[in-house]
């Protein structure tokens, strides 16, 4: 079974931290990708990986930055949070032309 | 650009197929529609996908309009632990990684 393992699964940082979300896979996929979700908004694509350095912007990626140093991490960086980022975080990965795997997802609270 | 419509919410009686409708009228031709489901507090897992023809799993069926303009999922019999929201997502154009998963129907299984 593919397994898409995030580092938290539940975090509380402060205004101005720097907060960083990991995410693994173990199938060798080449796409990765970052997704927040909020009441009534459903899912909201900040950043995909579709390769190794390789990044492209979602639909909502102002204040976060993403890191690909190798195929199975996905990095996703808040670089100063701010209360308007909590949310939960989902990480997911696929292979060309097959489905998403997501990950049990990060319940990110920024006080 | 794609999207999709579905109802809000359903009610389903346990033992009984449960028929979730989705609207997708502005598929691509070459596009596929995928089925996720989420259960609270938990990252989507996939269910089921097809292009044109009806698609059968362990998990459920997916069936697709001649015209693909819409789809429904079936749980032939449904359960407790059915109880999720159930998204229905196609990609946004063809070529692209993004995905759109709207607010889903949350469906509910009764006792």
């Known amino acids: 079974d593919v397994k898409v393992t995030q580092s938290s699964r539940y975090l509380v940082k402060r205004t101005g931290e720097k907060v960083f979300l990991e995410c693994v896979q173990d199938m060798d996929h080449e796409n990765m990708f970052w997704y927040r979700q909020d009441p009534g908004l459903g899912l909201r694509l900040i950043y995909f990986s579709y390769d190794v350095k390789m990044k492209e912007k979602g639909d909502i990626p102002e204040g976060y930055s993403v890191s690909r140093e190798k195929k199975e991490r996905f990095s996703l960086i808040l670089e100063s949070a701010s209360t308007n980022q909590t949310s939960m975080y989902l990480c997911a990965s696929r292979a060309a032309g097959v489905e998403q795997f997501f990950g049990p997802g990060t319940r990110l609270t920024v006080l | 650009d794609a999207k999709t419509t579905q109802p809000t919410s359903m009610d389903c009686a346990e033992g009984r197929a449960a028929n979730l409708p989705c609207n997708h009228s502005?598929?691509?031709?070459?596009?596929?529609v995928y089925w996720y489901r989420q259960i609270h507090s938990q990252g989507p897992q996939y269910i089921i996908h097809g292009l044109k023809n009806n698609e059968t799993n362990e998990m459920a069926s997916l069936i697709i309009t001649e015209d693909r303009k819409s789809s429904t999922l079936i749980l032939p019999h449904a359960t407790l632990r059915d109880t999720a929201v159930y998204y229905c997502i196609v990609r946004v154009a063809p070529g692209t990684y993004k995905y759109i998963f709207g607010t889903g129907t949350r469906l509910k299984v009764l006792a």
């Open positions: 502005t598929i691509s031709g070459n596009e596929y």
